[in-house]
């Protein structure tokens, strides 16, 4: 019998880790596991939870340029040989002594993930340690040396795969995922995120639809800061449905980082876990809907690591697993014990942040009508013009 849910995780995980001072803490990952123990996520029937060894240099270069594989050994090996011309050694991408093997074991992460879901050996898979969308081709670039959701990606196409559909909701732009496959008709890339205007990397517009042979492929939201759980989930439900459903993929590889959250300290979003739940929900029912349920969905961004990620990541692995986990249930008296010992912290004390005084979820359809006068609906026109005809869509009602 397949596995409901494959979940990748081991603690040699938490080695990618960029130093004391850095953002991309790992104890966000040892946290997210222990949560997922805590509520007996990955004792649910149906779910296998698995390690990953360091991907091959043969495996890497699918995506990634020989020479910069052999710049990221250099710089594992001996930090001080780090080469800035391939983003490592820089402030977002320090090197550290066993980066490479590090890095590239996410990728066999994601990459196993590709292969089990393809192959009928798992429904879905969950690498909550991946969606390192940033990393090009040829270099670092925001906190992601390897790109695992590309090799992923590739290796889908290379064993059979007609179409692959990539959404990426992390508040960044999935830039690396996109330029990777920006000419490739194969390979549907959506990002929503936060304005290049005011945040990194400073890309992802609505008018980048995709290079001249793949023009459709690649459908950008540019939200503006400020952005909150209704007007998000619109933007999500407005765009990535629409050209998911119409580009009808053979398998859906989904980017779940959790920084469009109110409390992340590097970006404007106002969402909370409980949108955040949400879409990883929609992205599930849209794998079942449009490619018989093959979903691989991954981590990525997410720097609120104690009150955030834990939760949010959670909470995509139990879906994934088929048993949801409701928001208003107590996080574990235990999983909050330990994270007090750790960070002193005491931790949140339910699995939701929206309480009974804020009211229920809610979010506006787009067949409820387009309103010039909105941020978010702007945006959200702005790409629907750029890219629905491109793909046999109305702007207005589909």
């Known amino acids: 019998m397949p596995s409901q849910a494959r979940v990748v995780w081991d603690q040699s995980f938490t080695r990618y880790d960029f130093g ?12 997210t596991a222990r949560l997922c123990e805590a509520l007996g996520v990955f004792a649910a029937d149906g779910v296998e939870v698995t390690g990953a060894k360091p991907a091959t240099d043969a495996q890497l270069a699918t995506v990634h340029d020989p020479d910069y594989i052999a710049a990221v050994r250099a710089a594992s090996a001996d930090p001080s040989r780090a080469e800035p011309r391939y983003g490592l050694g820089t402030e977002d991408d320090p090197a550290f002594a066993g980066m490479h093997e590090a890095s590239a074991r996410v990728v066999t992460g994601t990459l196993e993930s590709c292969q ?30 390897y790109n695992d959701a590309a090799v992923g990606i590739r290796w889908l196409l290379d064993n059979g795969a007609k179409r692959v559909a990539y959404v990426d909701v992390d508040v960044h732009h999935g830039d690396g995922v ?19 205007r005011v945040l990194f990397p400073g890309t992802g517009w609505p008018t980048d639809v995709g290079g001249p042979d793949a023009e459709g492929s690649v459908v950008n939201v540019s939200l503006p800061p400020g952005v909150s759980d209704a007007g998000w989930l619109r933007a999500v439900h407005a765009v990535a449905g629409p ?23 590097l970006a404007h979003f106002a969402v909370t876990v409980d949108a955040q739940r949400a879409a990883a929900d929609a992205m599930h029912r849209l794998a079942h809907e449009v490619c018989g349920g093959r979903w691989v969905a991954l981590g990525g961004g997410g720097y609120e690591v104690v009150d955030v990620v834990p939760r949010t990541w959670t909470h995509l692995t139990a879906i994934a697993a088929h048993q949801p986990v409701a928001v208003s249930v107590p996080v574990p008296a235990e999983w909050r014990e330990y994270v007090e010992h750790v960070t002193g912290r005491p931790g949140p004390g339910r699995m939701g942040d929206l309480t009974t005084e ?35 869509l109305d702007v207005h009602f589909d």
């Open 20 to 31: 004391p001072h850095h953002p991309m803490a790992p104890i966000r990952l040892d946290l």
């Open 116 to 145: 089990a879901v393809w192959r009928g050996e798992a429904e879905h898979a969950v690498n909550f340690c991946g969606g390192l969308h940033h990393a090009m081709a040829d270099a670092a670039s925001g906190f992601c040396v």
């Open 178 to 196: 996109e330029k990777i496959f920006w000419d490739d008709p194969r390979v549907l890339t959506v990002s929503v995120h936060e304005s290049g």
């Open 243 to 265: 050209v998911v459903r119409a580009f009808a993929p053979d398998v859906l590889v989904t980017q779940h980082g959790c920084d469009t959250h109110a409390e992340d300290p």
């Open 358 to 392: 804020d009211g229920p979820l809610w979010w506006r359809s787009w067949d409820m009508g387009y309103d010039p006068a909105n941020e978010v609906d702007r945006a959200v026109m702005a790409t629907r013009s750029a890219v629905f005809p491109l793909l046999g």
